[in-house]
């Protein structure tokens, strides 16, 4: 683990943040936060065709935010909480880097 001097966004985090970029995808992980859906749930939930929507959650089970688990004809969809908890980590290291700096006033002197 990072100190808070050195703290910094990983590749991963950077690939999860491109993930949670899209406002569709934003969107169900704020759903999935609440419940466990399966697909059709979602559809009604986001109003996106089935197809979209299914390619968005191919994304985000490729990036490791959601699992899934099939239930007979519908598969359902799970949030996992410890990737956001690991990407919210790497932003509280790099706000208490930020405060260490302005507590510290630490400033690179100009050339």
Do not use: W
Request: contains cysteine; charged residues 25%; hydrophobic residues 35%.
């Amino acid at each position: 683990m990072l100190t808070s001097a050195e703290a910094e966004l990983t590749p991963p985090d950077l690939d999860l943040l491109r993930v949670l970029g899209d406002p569709l995808r934003l969107r169900i992980v704020t759903l999935l936060a609440r419940e466990t859906l399966c697909t059709t749930h979602l559809v009604e939930e986001t109003g996106a065709r089935q197809t979209n929507l299914s390619n968005h959650l191919r994304v985000m089970r490729d990036a490791g935010l959601v699992e899934t688990e099939p239930c007979g004809r519908y598969t359902y969809y799970r949030l996992r909480p410890d990737v956001l908890g690991s990407l919210a980590g790497s932003f509280s290291e790099l706000a208490e880097t930020a405060r260490t700096t302005t507590e510290t006033d630490r400033k690179r002197p100009c050339l």
